[in-house]
């Protein structure tokens, strides 16, 4: 499943209307939606939005295996690329034989 898919279904199973979930980002309603199912968000504008929903975006291998490079490093680049779009960030790893995984935060 993909990471945006995973949010939108974590949204849906608690209940959360739009707005309650567009109020925990703090943004507008249909600034987090678009940024959830257009396939058009940039990848440094998707992890504040994982963030605040508690979760942290993981790289690991399709068989859910560690990812065998510096996941920090990664981010860090893709996050000052700001022209990259998730989804674009998220088909090469797949090509990779890759996923991002969106892991919860410890409370």
């Known amino acids: 499943m ?3 898919d995973s ?3 974590y949204i849906e199973g608690q209940g959360m209307t739009q707005e ?3 109020a925990v980002v703090g943004c507008s309603r249909q600034a987090l939606w678009d940024k959830l199912n257009k396939g058009s ?3 440094h ?3 504040p939005i994982f963030s605040a929903f508690g979760f942290d ?3 690991v291998h399709e068989d859910g295996s560690p990812a065998e490079f ?3 490093k990664f981010t860090a ?3 000052g690329a700001r022209n990259m779009y998730f989804d674009d960030l998220e088909n090469v790893i797949a090509a990779m034989g890759y996923r991002f995984e969106l892991v919860k935060k410890a409370e």
Do not use: P, T, Y
């Open 2 to 4: 993909r990471a945006v």
């Open 77 to 79: 680049a893709a996050s």
């Open 57 to 59: 975006l993981n790289i």
């Open 45 to 47: 504008k998707m992890l």
């Open 41 to 43: 968000s940039r990848f």
């Open 7 to 9: 949010i939108v279904k």
């Open 70 to 72: 510096d996941i920090e």
């Open 20 to 22: 309650e979930a567009a």
